[in-house]
């Protein structure tokens, strides 16, 4: 497959990239196949760290329209991204991977708490990484989160593996049947014309570190391989001029 470009990347899974067919929870056949993806690039001897979202199980920005408290329900959130890192970690382990899960909110029976030393030292040697629990703040998207956390760590990349849809376009490719894609997208663009990359936090996070993005499709059946290994598939978002594919 060739020497690996990036030493170290921060992968980002959304808690409905987890959901695979289903309406809600965790497929079982999807979180294989993504772990067996994860274990594929960390034998190529590229650093991994993951970080989960929650929303296959809790939307705390939702339960507050109904009249619940805002914090308390990210803090729910927060324990659902907890629920989607175990099952990856136990899937990882199941494929053969060295694993540790890390929550930014303590829960020593079930997890590592975060720190960033340990989790460097894990990640050197050769240990899968994943981050639960958000930033451990309300507010907070687990957008935030992985670009925090990829900044933190010194990750090389941040990759976003979305749902079904292969990259960043210019309108939604599911309302809009001629939208087209972007092979290079500027932190600017993304952010003045709110493309659904990542919550603006994250997006300015990102810009501020000049911490490149990588934007592609969980569903490809080694996508997440192809992105860790630099080859270019989805959309990059960068401080580059966006050129549409």
Known sequence: MGAAPYK??????????????????????????????????SDLGIQVAVVVGGGNFW??????????????????????TV???????????????????????????????????RAMR???KGRVVIFAGGT???????????????????ADVLLIAKNRVDGVYDADPRKVPNARRFAQLSYMDAISRRLEVMDTTALTLCMENRLPIRVFDVASPDGIVEAARGDGIGTSVGEAESVLA
């Open 8 to 41: 170290r990347v921060l992968l980002k899974v959304s808690g409905e990239a987890l959901m695979g067919d289903l309406a809600f929870g965790i497929d079982p056949a999807t979180v294989n196949r993504i772990a067996a993806q994860i274990k594929t690039a």
């Open 59 to 80: 939307r705390g920005a939702q339960a507050s329209q109904f009249g619940m408290d805002r914090a308390t329900a990210d803090y729910a959130g927060m324990l659902a």
């Open 83 to 117: 629920i989607s890192g175990l099952a990856l970690q136990d899937a990882i382990e199941h494929a053969g991977g060295d694993v540790r899960t890390q929550t930014a909110i303590p829960i020593q029976s079930v997890a590592e708490p975060y720190i960033r030393r």
């Open 122 to 124: 894990h990640l050197e």
């Open 136 to 154: 451990g703040n309300p507010f907070f998207t687990t957008d935030t989160a992985a670009a925090l956390r990829a900044v933190e760590i010194e």
